[in-house]
């Protein structure tokens, strides 16, 4: 009992001796009791993690903090009633959709189960898109491990996935001379994680050579080149659309309910659309994967959404900066911004971000002043940004874990069932490489049951079925092949009714403004949609069939409009 | 006395309005049509209307229109139904007057748009 | 159509049309272009009435206001090339320069002597106001609410918040109320309406909507479909006040915040943007300094109160730019 003794006495620590009480779970610890803040639950989270225990279950509840109605929407068919894939995959995010793009080089039938009305809907498009070179993790990690690969896997992913991929590298800079002191251990750190290029010292002077527009008072700097920028999105929508083309499916408004267990296994998986059988299953579940870990009677760690919240500037700040900019994690504990930074976005934007706040919700993706102006103090670093170039921000939750790292290991209760949770940062940068250990320890499950094999046919090389022409020469050849492609439509971004319509004709079906939105940039300009969007949502009417007053921003709850005028 | 603004022009005069033996007196308009807003204000307040109705044109769903001159303001809801009963079936002219007597007043409906 | 014009006149909105027309009478050849499918600009929206007073001393509605426009630029002979949209403008030695494209031509080129930019304005989004909670639909700019119901028919909304006394916002609270919608209130974070007194009087006091002023929406409720909005009063600092909250149930969130020239066709040329107004610097014959031959005018220039004004500036842009483009030729 020695851990639990431990656990207990962390807890007494913080002066929760009283409130929070400690077991154990099976393998893990499990916390009860109740006390008057979240920050508590998180202190008492965190005193638990890493005592020799396989993961912590907080179930502390929290005054005032009641229960989150998840969302989900049914379209009301039994269309997969009855069906049966050999692996469903749960969650359309970038783990589930690259680990779909990985099987699909087996003959195997795929199918990834989304509860959204499109992929990427949460985490996996609510974050900054950064390729982490893999300096940060805390070496001997999963994160470390998997962040090496991932990143190093991007290079050959973009090219067959076509999506860009641009390595722009990181400066941390340094804000005063003492950091300098700091490069041997900062070294060190990127040896033992294996990040990749040559990541050194780079002197004031060659700082401002490098970025002229960095504030003044930055003192040197440690590059790292291997820090590379995708458009999230766009690249976990790119890995599905590859594994569609490869004979996977993509189920979207699919909420798991329950699954039906047998001697063991998961014989099915219950959703509103219908009662769906499996070879196995992976829990790719984002901020719920420990509640798909829950159904499956393998609760062994519990989730905490840490949100972020990110600004984006207007795409003419974009010239002012080259590479990505952050301040050093290792001194900065007591400051207001913690980690984040400012980092020119793939499409040409600036981003500033994230913040991180410790909250109660899995889906409570509302931003506040606080966290906001807290976000605009990194507007500092550049000095050509100013808080007029907003033009939106968001936020976003990472599923963390209270031992802070990814879970990535097939279920030790149940046979087939394989876990991809906690993923959170640099969850986007190691998403191919979690997707290849995924997919083998999958594989491997079935194998057992049956003889899996690589198909001849797997094709790697996505078919691109739209995209967003960039030039005038490419416009003029693609308006010869197609007049429509000369009827602009968002005038910020320069995106032509044919551009739309070739997303709704996109292999996994898109209806919603936001949908468009995410694929190509229709809407996302300056003006925020306020000129284009009811011409969007004519064409979306036009080429779906769809009546305008049923056309939605971001699905089912959430149509444009309340109705025809009298 | 009351207070009002004037709504004839941009301008937007505060006018006060006594009642008097001799009847109202208005102060504060700059121009005639002022004074004339005021009083008619004070006894039958009308405004112009201006909405849309439906089309049978195809490309088009509304058409934009106004009233030929001011409607009592008390009756702008019964207008407005009487209004969108009004189908406009084919291309006309921007001025042209596509229903009249409104409401049994000598109220027209005018189109105000050219289409296309 | 040729492919050189003396004056070449990018938005047949009003000021466009103004300009053009001047710019005709001069004796210019003269070319507008117009990304939507029509000349007229917003005025195609505005279906009130008001416009024209000082022009016409009639008061007429917007897309009235654009037919009398329409008339002349026919009569005159002017081509207006619509459905059309500018990719990009240069100035090379003493000519512009530029591609455009449409369905109809693809991409093409064109050069001009002089060049007028009336591109008009745009709105203020919920975003560039920094408001925050939730997102939901049903957040909509006056502008876009404006289209939605009276060049489409639909209605954004059945129980609105308006925030911001704009003209436009308090014309979309008489709108709505006319089309059988509720509007709770006009919120005003300034001490003081920006919008027209007249509009006040005959949007908001003849419908009985209220205005409240010093008071602004702080939160947006609603994860599919926006539920209500907290509103809070603010001090002179513009800072919320803690203990004013308010929750307004409501189906949809109309801004009028603000209106910002739109001139990012000229991100290629050195012209100097004028901090106040959103707009470039120019003389007062609506030239920049910087780039000799290009004008500006209407709400592309500063965003102004009057059609009547904004045609106004257009005729000056017109008249300048027809002079320019005679003296480059000689």
Redesign the interface.
């Known amino acids: 009992m020695n851990k639990l003794k431990k656990v207990t006495k962390e807890l007494a620590k913080l002066g929760l001796g009283g409130d929070v009480q400690a077991s154990e779970f099976r393998k893990s610890v499990r916390l009860t009791g109740h006390v008057g803040s979240w920050d508590e639950k998180v202190a008492a989270g965190f005193a638990a993690a890493n005592r020799g225990y396989k993961g912590v279950l907080n179930d502390i509840t929290v005054e005032g903090v009641g229960e989150e109605k998840i969302y989900r929407y049914d379209p009301g068919d039994r269309d997969l009633e009855g069906r049966y894939f050999d692996v469903l995959i749960i969650g359309g995010g970038i783990i589930g959709c690259a680990t779909a793009r990985e099987l699909a080089r087996y003959d195997i039938s795929i199918a990834i189960l989304e509860k959204e009305e499109d992929l990427a809907m949460q985490t996996s498009s609510r974050n900054d898109g950064m390729i982490h070179p893999g300096f940060a993790a805390h070496p001997g990690s999963k994160k470390a491990h998997y962040n090496i690969l991932g990143n190093r896997m991007y290079t050959k992913w973009a090219e067959e996935l076509g999506f860009e991929l641009k390595r722009p590298g990181s400066l941390v800079l340094f804000p005063s001379r003492l950091e300098k002191y700091l490069v041997p251990l900062m070294k060190m750190r990127a040896r033992k994680n294996g990040v990749d290029g040559h990541y050194r010292y780079i002197s004031r002077k060659k700082v401002f050579e490098m970025e002229p527009n960095v504030t003044e008072d930055q003192q040197g700097a440690f590059f790292l080149p291997s820090a590379g920028i995708i458009s999230p999105y766009k690249a976990t929508i790119a890995m599905a659309e590859n594994a569609l083309q490869n004979g996977a499916d993509v189920f979207l408004n699919c909420f798991v309910e329950s699954f039906e267990m047998d001697g063991g296994r998961i014989a099915s998986v219950r959703i509103g659309r219908g009662t769906v059988k499996c070879g196995a299953v992976i829990n790719c579940a984002g901020n719920f994967a420990d509640i798909i870990a829950e159904l499956a009677d393998d609760r062994f760690f519990s989730l905490h959404g840490r949100k972020g919240t990110e600004c984006i500037l207007d795409r003419n700040t974009g010239l002012t900066q080259h590479s990505i900019l952050s301040m050093p994690r290792l001194i900065q504990r007591k400051s207001k911004t913690k980690g984040g930074g400012v980092v020119p976005c793939i499409e040409g934007n600036i981003l500033l971000g994230p913040t991180a706040e410790e909250q109660p919700w899995r889906e409570d993706f509302s931003t506040d002043r606080g966290h906001f102006q807290e976000l605009l103090q990194k507007l500092d670093l550049n000095t050509k940004l100013s808080g007029s170039s907003v033009i939106t921000y968001f936020s976003g939750i990472r599923p963390a874990s209270w031992e802070e790292d990814f879970i990535i290991e097939p279920s030790e209760r149940v046979a087939n069932l394989v876990h991809g949770a906690a993923i959170q940062s640099p969850g986007v940068a190691s998403a191919p490489a979690i997707a290849v250990d995924l997919a083998k320890m999958t594989v491997d499950i079935l194998s057992k049951d049956k003889t899996v094999e690589e198909k001849t046919g797997f094709n790697p090389r996505r078919t691109v079925s739209y995209h967003q022409i960039e030039t005038v020469e490419e416009r003029r050849e693609m308006v010869g092949k197609n007049p429509l492609y000369g009827n602009i439509i968002c005038r910020c971004e320069t995106i032509s009714e044919q551009e739309i319509r070739d997303v709704l004709r996109g292999p996994i079906p898109v209806n919603s403004l936001d949908g468009v939105k995410r694929r190509i940039r229709a809407g996302a300009g300056r003006c925020h949609g306020g000129f284009c969007t009811p011409k969007i949502m004519e064409i979306i009417s036009d080429e779906l069939g769809i009546p305008m007053v049923e056309i939605t921003r971001k699905g089912d709850s959430s149509p444009v409009l309340s109705g025809e005028a009298k | 006395m009351k207070n ?7 301008k ?1 005069c ?1 006018l006060q309005i006594e009642e008097k033996e001799s009847g109202f007196e208005v102060r504060g308009a700059l121009c005639p049509r002022g004074e004339r807003y005021a009083l008619q204000e004070m006894t039958d307040p009308r ?6 109705i ?1 089309t049978a044109i195809p490309g088009c ?2 058409a ?1 229109v ?1 009233t030929s001159k001011e409607v009592p ?1 008390g009756e ?2 019964s207008y ?1 139904d009487a209004i ?1 009963g009004v189908i406009l079936e084919e291309k006309k002219e ?2 042209s007057v596509l229903a009249r007597g409104l409401c049994g007043s000598d109220v027209d409906l005018i189109l ?3 289409l ?1 | 159509m040729k492919n050189v014009y003396d004056v070449i006149v990018i938005g047949a909105g009003p000021a466009g049309m103004a300009s053009a027309l001047t710019a005709r009478e001069k004796g210019s050849s003269v070319l507008i272009i117009e990304r939507e499918d029509r000349p007229g600009g917003i005025l195609n929206q505005c279906i009130h009435d008001g416009f024209g007073l000082v022009k016409f001393n009639e008061k007429l509605t917007g897309p009235e206001y654009a037919d009398r426009y329409v008339r002349w630029i026919d009569e005159a002979g002017i081509e207006i090339l619509t459905s059309t949209f500018l990719l990009e403008l240069i100035k090379d030695e003493d000519e512009f320069r530029m591609k455009l494209v449409s369905a109809e031509k693809g991409v093409f080129s064109l050069r001009g002597k002089a060049v007028v930019v009336s591109t008009g304005c745009r709105e203020r989004s919920d975003r560039q106001i920094f408001i925050h909670g939730d997102r939901p639909a049903g957040i909509f700019t006056a502008g876009q609410a404006q289209a939605f119901i009276n060049r489409m028919g639909y209605m954004p909304g059945r129980r609105a918040v308006i925030l911001g006394s704009g003209d436009i916002g308090l014309i979309m609270a008489r709108r709505l109320t006319l089309e059988g919608a509720e509007v709770e209130g006009v919120y005003e974070i300034q001490s003081r309406p920006s919008g027209l007194q007249r509009n006040i009087s005959q949007c908001l006091n003849d419908f009985s909507i209220p205005l409240h002023l010093g008071r602004t929406v702080s939160r947006v409720i609603g994860k599919g479909r926006i539920e209500a909005v907290e509103v809070v009063s603010v001090d002179e600092r513009m800072n919320p006040v803690k203990g004013t909250e308010a929750i307004v149930p409501c189906d949809c969130l109309i801004l009028s915040v603000g209106l910002i020239p739109e001139i990012d066709i000229l991100k290629d040329l050195p012209v100097v943007k004028d901090g106040k107004t959103g707009g470039i610097v120019t003389d007062d014959r609506m030239e920049s300094p910087q780039v000799p031959g290009l004008f500006s005018c209407g709400n592309a220039h500063h965003v102004y109160d009057l059609v009547d004004y904004v045609s106004e500036s257009g005729e000056i842009a017109g008249s300048a730019a027809s002079e320019f483009a005679r003296e480059a030729a000689i």
């Open positions: 009002m603004t004037c709504i004839v022009c941009p937007g505060s405004r112009t209307l201006q909405t849309t439906r769903r509304r934009a106004r303001l702008i809801f407005m969108k921007c001025g105000t748009e050219r296309y």
